[in-house]
DNA sequence: AACGCTACCAAGCAAGCGCTTGGTATTCAA
DNA sequence: TTGAATACCAAGCGCTTGCTTGGTAGCGTT
């Protein structure tokens, strides 16, 4: 019923994964999914995330778009820039998609609960895999390539920091509520399993909102 | 006033670290500190929280000591031998620490923010190092390791899950809260820094507390 | 004095790592 | 038809890694 009624609001406005990812790469902010970069940067995401940069080698990734393994630094200057392009690239969409997603909620505690939900299912890899990496593997990069992602990052998180103040949360200012948000939902990565007859992601997403903003 | 009480309370039945692990170690549950392998597994457990497990090198922990590499494994079976032993140790610690603390607290609420504060200061190494790998560094253990430390780290678990319990928390079940707690504190260890004049440990623990259970 | 035990050294092996080099096939614009 | 650009292969280099081997020094016990 009110379920219902939302879910239609929702898809009214909503933009497809697909739509949103060719919109950022027709404007250069993303690598085109179909194109060999692209593909690269795909499967890498998806071995970092299952297996951590460290144990994934550059042969791994190699072999899973079907090259040789030198063939990889025609696209990309070392291993450490693959995760580092993958982070950022990960942030511009899940920021876009936040965005979007926020940009349809009417209350400020909806567009928190958006944010939650939009977190967890970058997470778990539902549009675009590697969001995990972010917090797992920062510090395999170097602190060069810290500064980078960071500034993609500032951005991704000045949407959180705003949504956070708008609502009334326990626990002080909205920067620490964030990092605490930010650990609990990434550690989700390691125990939750949506396929399942469990706890969806978006009951999840209620769990925790309850949690950090009581009604 | 009543902080300076509970100081004093606490202090008439808190155990010192040193004591407390010279109890384990009596016992056998725990590598005497001051031995040649229990000088290792600290070092480990730094270097391992320090820089991760793959980035860390027998060579680095053998130069930690002032030992040669090889030397290492007259004391381990493998490298991964050391970072299983770590992990085991470390949760055996750290659950008597805190059922100690609990077992001090009157109420559930103050049971559960002893656990936190316990947790918190584990993570940051207050005592002993290397509580912080146990989410960090799961991954790198093989199933079998893996078993090993979840026999211990279910004595430690069972603690919260019945803290929690007895406490008013929103959110549902106590497993729930647990983890989100968990992922929560754990990535404290990447952005707080205790020293400084900023949140203390304690503070932080209270402010944890007002989310998770409110008053 | 002889023994065994613990702790360690010296040297190095085999495997795997990120990355380089020089060259080739294909495509497409001029 | 030529030329440049893209995408890749084949081969392997230099280095680091976890771990092994055979041996030694010091210690406490009998």
Chains 1, 2 share one sequence.
Do not use: N
């Not at 933009?15 to 060719?22: C, D, K, L, T, Y």
């Not at 951005?155 to 609502?167: F, H, P, V």
């Not at 939750?192 to 706890?199: E, H, I, Q, S, V």
């Amino acid at each position: 019923m009110q379920k219902k009624a939302q879910a239609l609001v929702k898809k009214s406005g909503e933009v497809s994964p697909r739509q949103q990812i060719a919109a950022l790469v027709a404007e250069g902010s993303l690598t085109d999914p179909d194109s060999p970069r692209g593909r690269l940067l795909h499967a890498a995401a998806r071995l970092f995330e299952q297996k951590g940069f460290a144990r994934t080698t550059v042969r791994d990734i190699a072999a899973e778009v079907g090259i040789l393994s030198g063939s990889i630094f025609h696209h990309f200057a070392s291993k450490e820039d693959i995760l580092c392009t993958v982070m950022q690239e990960v942030t511009i969409y899940a920021r876009a998609r936040m965005a979007g997603a926020v940009a349809l909620a009417a209350s400020p505690r909806e567009k928190l609960r958006a944010c939650i939900l939009c977190e967890l299912e970058a997470i778990h890899g539902l549009a675009v895999p590697g969001f995990s990496i972010l917090v797992a593997e920062w510090r395999s990069l170097s602190a060069d390539s810290q500064k980078k992602v960071l500034r993609q990052r500032d951005e991704y998180e000045q949407i959180w920091l705003e949504t956070i103040a708008d609502t009334h949360c326990p626990g002080g200012d909205a920067a620490l509520v964030r990092r605490l948000l930010l650990g609990a939902l990434s550690h989700t990565h390691s125990w939750f399993k949506p396929r399942g007859r469990g706890l969806s992601l978006a009951e999840l997403a209620d769990r925790v909102l309850s949690i950090f903003a009581p009604a």
